[in-house]
């Protein structure tokens, strides 16, 4: 164990790697704060400056630019109400409400810490438990898998407690949005009304910058040319505020739990830090004391989720150097990149060459100590936005979301669907509907759909139902959904025995 921290550090520190690691979280830091920018395309583009070097100084710094990445998309979540990678979704719901009522910098604090305490967590985790973990993972079916991902929708009717119907529809309309696009088991069209376009389904990146970004320009267009409500203290001045030791201590249930759970989510193929960080806030909002605080602007809803999909982001890899199965997105973009360069990924790669293993861990546990001190400069320089007026911000963040939808996949049809999306989000806002339901059932959607439907495939059952009870009655999935089924009961069941006590009364 001793050698190989002494072999990742000696990595790490040599000057000029060092210098590079630097670079790494900086421009990871800044492509996961730019709309539309995901992990995944954030790791792809940190790979050009990877083809000088040898395979182990390469995956450590685009582990790097991927940590620093998800921690870059809580800024403008808290900031701006747009979430900068999708697995910031959930650090809106209480970091921009903190945000208007100028506690930005006490938020921001606290989702620095945050995600520094979950990365580095999920580092150690990968050094000391990877083989274990790994054999625990591939335990994990469709079924399970499933279990795990409906669990995150359980969250629907807790969003707004007093418009549970509402929400729930919203929650439907994003699952329906998410069947949009070929079946993921037959290749077959569907809902796609004759036109190629919709062929490959509906883009997460860009309905969620029209949901978030577009609809929050339309909002603000009827508010005061500046967004004076976004600042700390009577000067106006703000910049991220290092959470006191008591603050730390008033989460440190919360981070404890969605460090291990947003782990084991990162251990997960086709999992990652998206599910993580919606799994990890309901997970929360459940069990706290006081779940009505939760969408208000409260510190316990910005750690869970900046907690789990950081502690995912090492989850991931996990599964990539001991068995050679990317456990994401941006975890298969780095195999690529390694195999390009003559690595053969597998089970026998950390017992041949180990310095992969320390060198991953040292560059996730500097890069997370480093990314704190890199995202206060960078959040200052972004909050110094906030004084433009807003005749000049609206459209320039108009014209950044555009550049994001329009980088997912180089075509306008993106474009046009972000700015359907801001329309519709607008209307959605107007009608009192929850956009955050509908980007929910959207994310969550096609991985419940498609590892539902290969449970189905591979499951033991003559007929319908004995396929379905073969499903249920696995112990994993059994209790995932029993605790799935409870979650969803409890807004709805809770009030009507409330008032049934109250009239017996």
């Known amino acids: 164990m001793i050698d190989l921290l002494t072999s990742g550090l000696s990595v790490v520190f040599a000057p000029q790697m060092f210098v ?59 900031l701006f109400k747009i979430p900068g990678v999708p697995s910031s979704a959930p650090t809106t719901y209480d970091g921009y409400p903190m945000a208007q009522r100028g ?78 696009g070929l079946d993921p088991l037959l290749g077959v069209p569907r809902l796609t009304f004759g036109t190629r376009f919709l062929t490959s389904g509906i883009e997460m990146i860009p309905v969620m910058i029209g949901f978030f970004a577009v609809t929050e320009v339309l909002k603000q267009t009827n508010k ?39 782990t084991v989510i990162g251990i997960l193929p086709g999992a990652g830090a998206t599910i993580a960080s919606f799994l990890c806030y309901s997970t929360e909002q459940k069990i706290s004391k006081t779940p009505e605080k939760f969408g208000t602007g409260c510190l316990e809803g910005i750690a869970a989720p900046e907690v789990g999909n950081n502690a995912a982001t090492g989850g991931s890899m996990v599964p990539l150097l001991s068995l050679g199965i990317p456990g994401g997105n941006a975890a298969a973009i780095m195999m690529s990149a390694l195999v390009l360069k003559g690595v ?39 909050v110094q936005v906030l004084k433009i007026p807003y005749s000049v ?9 555009t550049i994001g939808a329009y980088a997912t996949k180089n075509t306008s ?20 509907f929850n956009s955050s339901a509908m980007i929910l059932g959207l994310v ?54 409330a008032k049934k006590k109250e009239g017996a009364a």
């Open 224 to 262: 005061p040319s500046k967004l004076q409500s976004v600042g700390d203290g009577k000067s106006g001045q703000m910049s991220a505020q290092m959470p006191s030791l008591k603050e730390i201590l008033s989460v440190k249930w919360i981070i404890a739990r969605c460090s291990v759970l947003g």
């Open 413 to 432: 049809v993106d474009v046009i669907l972000m700015a359907i999306s801001g329309l519709i989000g607008f209307v959605f806002v107007t009608c009192k």
């Open 103 to 180: 506690e930005a910098g006490k938020a921001l604090g606290m989702q620095l810490i945050c995600s520094a305490i979950g990365g580095i967590f999920a580092a150690v985790c990968m050094l000391l438990l990877s083989p274990q973990l790994t054999q625990a993972a591939l335990s994990f079916g469709p079924s399970e898998l499933f279990a795990i991902s409906f669990m995150g929708l359980s969250i629907l009717t807790s969003l707004e407690t007093d418009n549970i119907c509402r929400t729930i529809i919203s929650g439907l309309i994003g699952l329906l949005l998410a069947c949009i």
């Open 444 to 497: 969550l959607g096609v991985i419940c759909e498609s590892n539902l439907r290969r449970a189905y495939t591979i499951a033991d059952g003559a007929t319908l139902m004995e396929a379905t009870v073969n499903i249920v009655t696995r112990p994993v999935t059994g209790i995932v959904l029993l605790v799935c089924l409870i979650v969803l009961l409890n807004p709805v069941v809770k009030p009507l025995l």
């Open 393 to 401: 911000l609206g459209p320039t963040i108009i014209m950044m979301a």
């Open 344 to 382: 053969t990924m597998g089970p026998l790669l950390l017992i041949n060459q180990p310095q992969f293993l320390s060198a991953t861990f040292a560059s996730m546990f500097v890069s997370n100590i480093i990314m704190v001190f890199a995202a206060i400069v960078i959040a200052k320089i972004f």
């Open 20 to 78: 590079l690691i630097i670079l790494a979280v900086f421009l990871g830091t800044l492509f996961g704060a730019l709309p539309g920018v995901s992990a995944t395309m954030a790791v792809t583009l940190g790979i050009p400056f990877t083809y000088k070097m040898d395979a182990v100084n390469a995956i450590a710094f685009l582990v790097a630019i991927y940590c620093a990445s998800i921690t870059g998309g809580g800024m403008t979540a808290i």
